[in-house]
């Protein structure tokens, strides 16, 4: 056979990208996964690794999303949202925030995971740098791998409440650096920047103009120490803050797919473009469902909150009780994320644990509850654990974590 006619033989690794390459796999999602292949095979699983609210979305929300249907919002709506939605988050900026903007600068997206992506993706080129606070939310590093930009991570430890100074965001920036990822309340540590923490980062940001800062506030909502607090409330910085938020996590609406930003008009603008081209507008009956959470009465938010917080109580409470775990007081969200360097360099039937993604498969397997190690959120001596599911189900992973930790020597 002539050489030119022999039958191709396709080598499916060789064929992905090397930005594909470059990326992780969503370490959250995977646990996620695994324990629900346990799950299906008859395990009693626990899992802590999931990043959502385990309310049902609130009944004027899907009332909203019925009427919709009926009313035939079947067709494309414009690629930033309807204004109609758009007009609602800009009336809840300036409501519960105190910030002004116009229709103009919110763009509405498929989640806020895209949101946060979209202005990656936006304002980032090759080899700029983006200072990211670690530990951090898994997807950061990779959209700033995927834009070709460099990392600059800079820990804060639980000593400091895993909140970075401005003397340390200070020393990281160089004449190379683009951006700062923010998220406050924090996924995974449910630490709360205060207004003077985040008056001192505004501060130093200050002094570079060509900086923009990312606030994730997706967790806004779900905050136990009183009003939430934006870094875009400070002049100084206020045009050159991107806020990232959305009704996933205040409102239950995780599976429906509803994020946006508040942001300068020409970063707005070239988000818009971008979205145009690979997804244009979000769902049309999520975004009647969405303008429904904005406008209606907050009480589910408030019903929610309580829960989440009786919740963090018993879980700290009960996480300090185990023998070598260092917890700190989370601020809001919904997870706790205990240092366990204690048992790092420990072993069962001659395994060890070399890091936190170790004991987090360890405790799957030996107690059947679903953690997520703090490798993939730039913390390697912690785990993240969710209390978004019941109280029984808090008590009871706590006793088997303490059983299964118990067996390492």
């Known amino acids: ?26 370490e959250t999602l995977a646990m996620s996964q695994k324990s629900a292949e346990l799950k299906a095979q008859g395990f009693d699983v626990i899992n802590l690794s999931v990043g959502e609210p385990d309310f049902n979305t609130p009944d004027h929300i899907k009332e909203a999303a019925k009427k919709a249907i009926e009313a035939n919002f079947s067709f494309y709506s414009p690629v930033p949202g309807y204004p109609a939605l758009r007009n609602a988050i800009v009336a809840k900026l300036k409501n519960e925030n ?12 498929n989640g806020a995971k895209q949101s946060v992506c979209n202005t990656i993706l936006c304002i980032i080129n090759k080899g ?11 997807s950061y590093v990779e959209m ?31 004449p190379k650096t683009k951006a700062l990822i923010l998220c406050s309340p924090s996924n995974p540590t449910g630490s709360v920047y205060t207004k003077e923490e985040l ?15 990312l606030a994730d506030e997706i967790y806004e909502h779900i905050n ?25 996590k205040g409102y239950a609406m995780t599976g429906w797919r509803l994020g946006w930003i508040a942001a300068p008009k020409w970063i707005a603008a070239a988000c818009n473009k971008l979205q145009g081209q690979y997804t244009s507008g979000p769902s049309s009956i999520t975004q009647k469902a969405a303008e429904a959470a904005y406008t209606g ?7 929610m909150c309580a829960a989440f917080k009786r919740r963090k109580d018993l879980i700290v409470k009960l996480a300090r009780e185990i023998p ?11 997870y706790i994320f205990p240092d366990c360097s204690y048992y790092i360099g420990k072993s069962f039937n001659g395994k060890e644990i070399t890091n936190s993604a170790d004991l987090a498969m360890y405790l799957l397997e030996t107690s059947y509850v679903a953690c997520v190690g703090g490798v993939a959120f730039g913390a390697p001596s912690c785990i993240r654990m969710s209390y978004a599911t019941s109280d029984e189900n808090i008590v009871k992973a706590m006793d088997r974590l303490k059983e299964a930790l118990a067996k390492l020597v």
């Open 1 to 26: 056979m002539h050489p030119e006619n022999k039958p191709y033989k396709s080598n499916k690794m060789s064929q992905v990208s090397d930005r594909l390459n470059a990326l992780a796999a969503s």
């Open 98 to 109: 105190g910030l002004t903007y116009d229709a103009s600068q919110i763009v509405c997206s």
């Open 128 to 138: 700029d740098e983006v200072i990211v606070p670690a530990p951090y939310w898994v």
């Open 144 to 174: 700033v791998k995927l834009a070709e930009g460099k990392n600059v991570i800079v820990t804060a430890g639980i000593e400091q409440d895993f909140k970075i100074t401005p003397a340390q965001l200070e020393a990281a920036i160089t």
């Open 199 to 213: 008056k001192g980062l505004a501060d130093v940001l200050a002094k570079y103009p060509s900086i923009i800062v």
């Open 224 to 248: 136990y120490i009183g009003k939430h607090e934006s870094i875009a409330q400070f002049d100084n910085i206020r045009d050159r803050v991107v806020i990232i938020n959305g009704v996933s």
């Open 297 to 303: 009465d907050q009480q589910c938010v408030a019903d």
């Open 324 to 334: 070598g775990f260092k917890v700190n007081e989370p601020s809001g969200a919904f």
